[in-house]
């Protein structure tokens, strides 16, 4: 991606890139002076020796950049409630107490299925001593893993993850199959567009009720639309957010929620939409299959087929 996507500032065309320096502040290939740090998965451009550097993606990893995700909660009861609670720790061994705010919070918590079945976004509390707790009910049995999507002060956005666990006997679901259409609350998502790796993909959600078009759309944390995209298998993580923003004169609040999203693999994805209407917040899954990568799709789009 040659241009750092700033996630703040809702800019058309916005691509965030989960394939290079995500959760290190690095959009692979950019030119140009740093942009400000922002967050919740933004980047800034790296330096020539890091653009060297083959980065992992976001979510892999429960420490970076000299922060680690310590979860003081490793196990919850299938079913319960429960107080999930964590640290994130700095440079200096420390719980962090002093975070930017990104999408009107401090810190987003994903929480998903191994097998990519159970989504969960919420946004915990801080306590003075930088311990964060929200409750947390997961409805079965099995492994989960946690993201934790910050930008501690002064410094870039950052995704760590680490495992979490409710005992009990497990039985792993099947993925769903692929398909563009989801049904939630009544609503009809629809989901239009491709997913090439190495290219920015335009996917736009269609949204209807009782077969009519919802043209009232709630911002929800400063955005019409929150997607998270995970990669089946390694739960990579890609947070994306849509072009435009509420009530800049541009984006209509519906029925059509755009963003642009880049993968860096073939395979299977997990997609997540959360929107809010009629005061509260709805959450559409999909399963995408990226097949082709972009030099193939060019290749196919010159060739007239």
């Known amino acids: 991606m040659n241009t750092p996507a700033r996630l703040g500032a809702y800019a058309l065309g916005l691509a965030v890139v989960f394939a290079g320096a995500f959760g290190v502040g690095g959009a692979v290939g950019a030119t140009g002076p740093a942009p400000a740090k922002t967050g919740h998965g933004d980047h800034a451009t790296p330096s020539p020796a890091a653009q060297k550097t083959e980065h ?48 009107d919070k401090k810190l987003h918590l994903i929480v998903v299925s191994r097998d990519a079945t159970v989504f969960r ?25 946690v993201f934790a999507d910050f930008v501690p002060q002064g410094g870039e956005g950052l995704t760590l993850g680490a495992d979490l666990y409710a005992p009990g006997d497990y039985a792993p679901k099947a993925l769903p199959v692929p398909s563009r259409t989801a049904t939630v609350d009544g609503y009809t998502v629809r989901l239009d567009g491709t997913l090439t790796p190495g290219a920015a993909s335009k996917l736009t959600a269609e949204i209807t009720k009782d077969g009519k078009p919802v043209t009232d759309l709630q911002p929800y944390l400063g955005a019409y639309g929150h997607l998270v995209a995970l990669r089946v298998g390694d739960l990579a993580y890609l947070h994306v957010h849509p072009d435009g923003a509420p009530d800049d004169g541009i984006t209509p609040a519906g029925p059509g929620i755009t963003f642009y999203a880049e993968v860096p693999s073939r395979g299977d994805y997990r997609l997540f939409l959360d929107f809010q209407h009629g005061g509260t917040v709805h959450t559409a899954a999909f399963t995408v299959r990226s097949t082709a990568t972009a030099g193939h799709a060019s290749e196919h789009a010159h060739s007239g087929h």
């Open 56 to 103: 992992v993606p976001g979510g892999l990893q429960v420490s970076q950049s000299g922060y680690t995700l310590v979860p003081q909660t490793t196990a919850i009861t299938p079913g319960a409630q429960t107080d999930f609670r964590f640290t994130v720790n700095g440079p200096d061994g420390r719980p962090v107490t002093a975070y930017e705010t990104a999408h």
């Open 121 to 145: 976004h919420v946004h915990p509390e801080l306590s003075g001593e930088g311990i964060w707790s929200v409750p947390l009910t997961l409805p079965d049995a099995g492994a989960y893993r």
